[in-house]
């Protein structure tokens, strides 16, 4: 399967693990993940997606591109706090970002009027979405 490499013992995701070495360092707890990482991650896991949905595994395929949708979009909340500084304009901002919840990630991103406009423009994404406009 594209993108999927697993050691015994070892038990990685081998792009993931490729992109843990590149991009982080460890702690006491494992893996630091940061923004690169994630975004990497979100790659891997659409190639993942792929080669589940050619091998029949709709299912799970459809899981493994939501969770490369979450990756993609902690992605993005972590470049907006890089350029605005975002973690200091509220004290919960880091609890709020610990959630699986797309539409409190998009805004977290902001990226709602983003979504917003393309939501408006293009009804087909409304139905790939699911969800109501924020």
């Not at 070892?10 to 993931?16: A, M, P, Q, T, V």
């Not at 972590?78 to 200091?88: R, S």
């Amino acid at each position: 399967m594209a993108g999927v490499a697993a050691r015994r013992g070892d038990e990685y995701h081998g792009g993931w693990r490729r992109a843990a070495d590149k991009t982080t360092k460890t702690d006491s707890e494992g893996v630091v993940v940061n923004q690169v990482l994630l975004r990497l991650m979100a790659e891997e896991r659409i190639l993942d997606a792929g080669a589940l949905r050619a091998a029949g595994r709709w299912a799970y395929a459809y899981y493994v591109a939501g969770y490369a949708v979450e990756c993609a979009l902690k992605s993005c909340v972590l470049a907006q706090m890089i350029h605005t500084g975002g973690v200091f304009t509220s004290k919960k901002f880091a609890e709020e970002c610990f959630t699986h919840d797309f539409g409190t990630l998009v805004k977290l991103a902001g990226l709602t009027p983003v979504l917003n406009a393309e939501l408006a423009a293009n009804p087909a994404f409304v139905g790939f979405w699911g969800t109501a406009i924020l």
